[in-house]
């Protein structure tokens, strides 16, 4: 069944008034943003697979929205929930306590968020067989939102489409762009389609996972026996990859982040500068049929729902949408969403990308310095990888200094760019590129969709 869309309709400054006069956030049912437009939905993409979008119309005040591009943004994990965290901690037009973000991306593009794989954020399932297991199937299911998105959206079929991802969300993006290409050259779906951008993206996690150890000890925290060990445990990462045994190395990937934790005083993972806090005993817990990716959901999917962007979204945000299942909690299924890609989890995606530069499709890796899960070491491994025609002569080029303030001398990224291959280096970010480097994000998204 699919419902039908929502809109929101109350000026911004009607929320504070609102709690001026004593109405708590939850009581507040429409707030817009910046008198912007927004939809939500629902589709069903399979049979008991429901998934979710939320639609942001661009606010810039001097332009239509007709004259600036469609972003879609795609969270990691998997299931990790785009409509939560990568709206309200990101690029979103509010941040998770409803004050409008300075840097949102809403001011330079038109935002559509998708809670995938089903399962994520406010998406759901009816049956546990309805969960996606591999890429094959994120990929098909997106082809029927976006068909049914852009068929609904005719204003948006001549507007450029781009797709911008982060974490395994690069990943599922990499499937996804491919499919679309080949979806809009056979006229199944009507769209613009101009480019993907994946962010610290698990392309090639082995790529990754061997270059923690290096760029750990460069960076003082690990020593010689540190490094020996957690070079020892990613050999055997690697070996199983090779070998085909792709459960088996998200195992070993599990326990490579232990050895890591365990050297240097539970470094984070999403940022180095920064320390992990420790697993409490609820949420260590073998609570999971698998209990070996108990840890491993605690860090890279809880770590996503925050309890204060939990609360946000299971109180004021499912009051103001209205359409969301009453047996459906925001975020509520999420775990099944990574237990279920397991097996899917380790496999390279490098040929896929090989396959969208031969498209002559745009194509943008960026990464945050300070990000270890998918350090930037391990994306450039992956990228001198790449079969693409084009690289001897990306790989010769000198990249160039970018400056998010033009009035600053600071350095805030560099970026190298080669017909339709651009990598741009984030200084002082981690794993969530926007989250730490809001001025520079914007600023890239910007160059990425041809507005500097």
């Known amino acids: 069944m699919e419902l039908a869309p929502r809109s929101s309709a109350l000026p911004r400054w009607l929320l504070p008034l609102?709690?001026?006069?004593?109405?708590?956030?939850?009581?507040?049912?429409?707030?817009?943003?910046?008198?912007?437009?927004?939809?939500w939905d629902y589709v069903t993409v399979r049979k008991d697979a429901h998934m979710f979008w939320w639609l942001y119309?661009?606010?810039?005040?001097?332009?239509?929205?007709?004259?600036?591009?469609?972003?879609?943004?795609?969270?990691?994990?998997?299931?990790?929930?785009?409509?939560?965290?990568?709206?309200f901690e990101e690029i979103g037009p509010l941040d998770r306590d409803l004050k409008p973000r300075r840097t949102t991306w809403l001011q330079a593009a038109s935002l559509?968020?998708?809670?995938?794989?089903?399962?994520?954020?406010?998406?759901?399932?009816?049956?546990?067989?309805?969960?996606?297991?591999?890429?094959?199937?994120?990929?098909?299911?997106?082809?029927?939102?976006?068909?049914?998105f852009f068929d609904c959206h005719k204003e948006f079929q001549t507007v450029p489409f781009y797709i911008f991802s982060e974490s395994y969300g690069g990943k599922?993006?990499?499937?996804?762009?491919?499919?679309?290409y080949k979806a809009v050259q056979q006229g199944t779906i009507k769209c613009t389609f101009s480019g993907v951008a994946l962010?610290?993206?698990?392309?090639?996690?082995?790529?990754?996972?061997v270059s923690w150890g290096p760029y750990l000890y460069s960076m003082s925290l690990l020593e010689d026996e540190g490094l020996a060990e957690v070079s020892k445990i990613a050999e055997q990462v690697l070996a199983a990859v090779d070998q085909g045994l792709y459960t088996e190395a998200t195992q070993l990937w599990g326990k490579a982040e232990m050895v890591i934790e365990q050297n240097t005083d539970g470094v984070n993972f999403y940022n180095i500068l920064t320390k992990s806090a420790p697993l409490s005993a609820m949420e260590s817990s073998l609570e999971f049929t698998q209990s070996h990716l108990a840890p491993l959901c605690?860090?890279?999917?809880?770590?996503?729902?925050?309890?204060?962007?939990?609360?946000?979204?299971?109180?004021?945000?499912?009051?103001k949408l209205k359409i969301i299942p009453e047996d459906c909690s925001w975020g509520g299924q999420a775990t099944n969403v990574f237990v279920n890609m397991e097996g899917d989890f380790m496999k390279p995606v490098i040929s896929i990308v090989d396959e969208?530069?031969?498209?002559?499709?745009?194509v943008t890796v960026y990464n945050g310095q300070l990000d270890l899960i998918v350090d930037t070491m391990g994306q450039e491994a992956w990228v001198r990888k790449l079969k693409w025609p084009e690289l001897p002569?990306?790989?010769?080029?000198?990249?160039?200094?970018?400056?998010?303030?033009?009035?600053?001398?600071?350095?805030?990224?560099?970026?190298?760019?080669?017909?339709?291959?651009?990598?741009?280096?984030?200084?002082r970010a981690g794993h969530m590129v926007p989250s730490d480097q809001g001025d520079m994000a914007l600023k890239m998204m910007r160059m990425v969709t041809q507005q500097e």
């Not at 007709?66 to 879609?72: A, G, I, R």
């Not at 990691?76 to 990568?86: D, K």
């Not at 599922?172 to 679309?180: R, S």
């Not at 605690?298 to 499912?318: F, T, W, Y």
Request: proline fraction near 5%.
């Open 18 to 39: 609102l709690l001026l006069l004593g109405l708590s956030a939850g009581a507040v049912i429409d707030w817009p943003t910046d008198e912007g437009k927004e939809e």
């Open 298 to 319: 605690q860090r890279h999917v809880r770590h996503l729902q925050p309890d204060a962007l939990s609360q946000l979204m299971n109180g004021p945000i499912r009051k």
């Open 393 to 427: 002569k990306f790989n010769q080029l000198k990249w160039k200094a970018l400056y998010s303030d033009p009035e600053s001398s600071e350095t805030s990224a560099f970026v190298k760019s080669h017909k339709n291959l651009a990598f741009y280096w984030i200084l």
């Open 112 to 148: 559509l968020f998708v809670d995938n794989p089903v399962g994520s954020g406010f998406s759901y399932v009816n049956k546990s067989n309805a969960y996606a297991r591999n890429l094959a199937t994120v990929a098909s299911d997106m082809m029927v939102l976006l068909k049914s």
């Open 57 to 87: 119309y661009a606010t810039n005040p001097c332009k239509n929205f007709s004259e600036l591009p469609l972003v879609m943004w795609l969270q990691g994990g998997p299931g990790g929930s785009s409509t939560g965290f990568g709206n």
């Open 199 to 209: 962010g610290d993206s698990w392309i090639s996690p082995v790529d990754s996972v």
């Open 356 to 362: 969208l530069l031969e498209t002559g499709l745009n």
């Open 172 to 180: 599922m993006a990499a499937g996804i762009a491919l499919e679309l």
